[in-house]
Nanobody
Framework: QVQLVESGGGLVQAGGSLSLSCAASGNVVAIVGMGWYRQAPGSQREMVAVIGKDGTITYVDSVKGRFTISRDNVKKELYLQMRDLEPDDTAVYLC?????????????WGHGTQVTVSS
């Protein structure tokens, strides 16, 4: 499996910026995709941005133009740059890695980092 550790969350005013990082370790060669998800209190977990092994990127509509996902394959790290933050962006942000072993795919999750946007 893969271990994921997020960092970079915090408290910011609306309109501000934050950057998140996710460091991967373990069976990283089996990773076929990585992404950021978020979960606000009382809400379901939501995909924010994902990047496939081929570099294909997908964003949820609400963050397009404001968030940028990127990765460093050498450092085995994933990043999320967030700008023009809104109170609705407040959530725990979790790093995800999809791992393929034989014909099965597994989700690996970090513990999450809190992002709070004040109005």
């Amino acid at each position: 499996q893969v271990q994921l550790v997020e960092s970079g969350g915090g408290l910011v005013q609306a309109g501000g910026s934050l950057s998140l990082s996710c460091a991967a370790s373990g069976n990283v060669v089996a990773i076929v995709g990585m992404g950021w998800y978020r979960q606000a209190p009382g809400s379901q977990r939501e995909m924010v941005a994902v990047i496939g092994k081929d570099g294909t990127i997908t964003y949820v509509d609400s963050v397009k133009g404001r968030f940028t996902i990127s990765r460093d394959n050498v450092k085995k790290e994933l990043y999320l740059q967030m700008r023009d933050l809104e109170p609705d962006d407040t959530a725990v942000y979790l790093c995800n890695a999809k791992v393929r072993i034989y014909d099965m795919e597994y989700d690996n999750w970090g513990h999450g980092t809190q992002v709070t946007v004040s109005s």
